[in-house]
């Protein structure tokens, strides 16, 4: 069958592309459903955007090509799609919004707009091969009969990452992109918690407590929650982006005030507890028990110095942590790295020596960090490419 444009993967990008793009437009997708991870995100609420997304808050090899797409498209268009079809929604926190209700209300809102441009839409359908023409790419498919072939003048790969693959996540739009000679940089998982060996953590898991997570020069304040494999939450989220395997972890348990003071103010009222008792007044009390045993801390905080105490504050503002590794692509909520930028154009996610072939959302070596960007990024993209179209 013959189209103007076969869009391969109906997640955020595709849907978002196919709802722009003119002409008789295809979106194929080997899921049961549309929109798969829209649905489960922000625990069935999906954090749809950030009101404060900007280029800062992305990941890749090439820092400024994100700039074009968000800002040509921006959190604020979004938000005015999400209002034109009447979804109640909320910040949670840090610029945040999560619909009130349902993320199936977004996917149902873009299916809704790639109805009125009459784009269609096959779900259950496996891609065997793409190949090109010279003038046309050719998508097999493994249906029967006349929707078993499809061809089109623009193919767009949309098909995201790696990341959970029991969601039928694959690396197909990698294989595609490799097939016709764009360059993939490196995937690993990303926005994932980390692991340690020995179960270091078991004791304390569902603990949680705000700290400042520093890796490879980039911190975040957030929260920290200890698990039964190792460190998750927020933060550790964040900072797995920028963590390389074999790096350690700093982690400032006291990101909002100096513990020096309030141990040495504490000498005065509590200097005869024990320290490790102290302590646990200022942190989790799990916390507290971990920090004494790992240095050691003996006696009562009167027989403490000033030096003693500086030097037991320097491990609780910088106590280095090594990961053995992170959780992988198994929970992993982003695959960073993938279709290297320098071959798209930034304007419209064509490649640069495929005219015809574009590549959108995940897919692409742009990742964003935790709180709504990496659906900004989908919706970015998915409209440069669809109007590009
Ligand atoms: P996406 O993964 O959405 O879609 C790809 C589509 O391609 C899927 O429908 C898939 O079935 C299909 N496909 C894959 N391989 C195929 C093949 N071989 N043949 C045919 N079809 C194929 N982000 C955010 O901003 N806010 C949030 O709240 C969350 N929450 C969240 C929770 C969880 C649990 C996860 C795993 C991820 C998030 N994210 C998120 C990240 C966000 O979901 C993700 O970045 C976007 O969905 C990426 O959109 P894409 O369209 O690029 O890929």
């Not at 090439?62 to 268009?77: E, G, I, V």
């Not at 504490?266 to 007044?281: A, E, K, M």
Request: with cysteine; net charge neutral; proline share 3%.
């Amino acid at each position: 069958m013959q189209f103007d444009t076969i869009i391969l993967g109906a997640g955020a990008a595709g849907l978002m592309c196919a709802a722009h793009s003119g002409g008789r437009t295809v979106v194929l997708d080997h899921a049961k459903a549309a929109g798969e991870k829209i649905r489960i995100s922000g625990g069935g609420r999906c954090n749809f955007t950030n009101m404060y997304a900007g280029p800062d808050n992305f990941v890749s090899t090439n820092p400024h090509f994100c700039k074009s797409a968000l800002k040509r498209y921006t959190q604020w268009d979004f938000i005015d799609l999400i209002a034109r079809y009447g979804i109640a929604y909320h910040e949670k926190t840090l610029g945040q919004l999560f619909c009130d209700k349902s993320a199936k209300d977004v996917v149902a809102m873009l299916l809704s707009e790639m109805d009125k441009v009459g784009a269609q839409l096959r779900l259950n359908t496996h891609i065997k091969s793409i190949s090109h023409t010279g003038t046309e790419f050719v998508v097999e498919t493994e249906a029967h009969g006349a929707n078993k072939t499809l061809t089109a003048a623009n193919l767009v790969l949309a098909t995201g990452g790696k990341s959970i693959p029991k969601m039928g996540a694959t690396g197909l739009a990698y294989d595609i992109a490799r097939q016709f000679g764009l360059p993939v940089i490196d995937t690993r998982a990303g926005l994932v918690p980390f692991t340690f060996s020995d179960g270091q953590f078991t004791a304390l898991a569902g603990t949680a407590l705000p700290v400042r997570a520093t890796a490879n020069g980039q911190s975040f304040d957030e929260a920290m929650l200890f698990t039964h494999r190792g460190l998750s939450g927020p933060a550790m989220l964040q900072i797995s982006s920028y963590w390389q395997q074999g790096q350690p972890i700093a982690i400032n348990l006291f990101p909002d005030s100096d513990p020096f003071d309030a141990l040495r103010s504490r000498r005065q009222t509590d200097g005869r507890r024990y320290l490790s008792t102290v302590l646990g007044y200022l942190l989790p009390a799990k916390v507290a028990d971990l920090i004494a045993t790992d240095l050691k801390l003996t006696g009562n905080l009167a027989d403490q110095s000033d030096i003693a105490l500086r030097a037991i504050c320097d491990h609780l503002t910088n106590w280095t942590l090594h990961p053995t590794g992170t959780e992988g692509y198994r929970t992993a909520e982003v695959t960073l790295g993938g279709i290297d930028t320098d071959a798209l154009s930034s304007k419209t996610m064509e490649a640069k020596s495929v005219p015809g072939l574009y590549a959108i959302g995940e897919a692409v070596d742009v990742t964003g960090w935790l709180g709504g960007f990496n659906f900004q990024w989908a919706w970015s993209s998915g409209w440069a490419a669809g109007t590009a179209i």
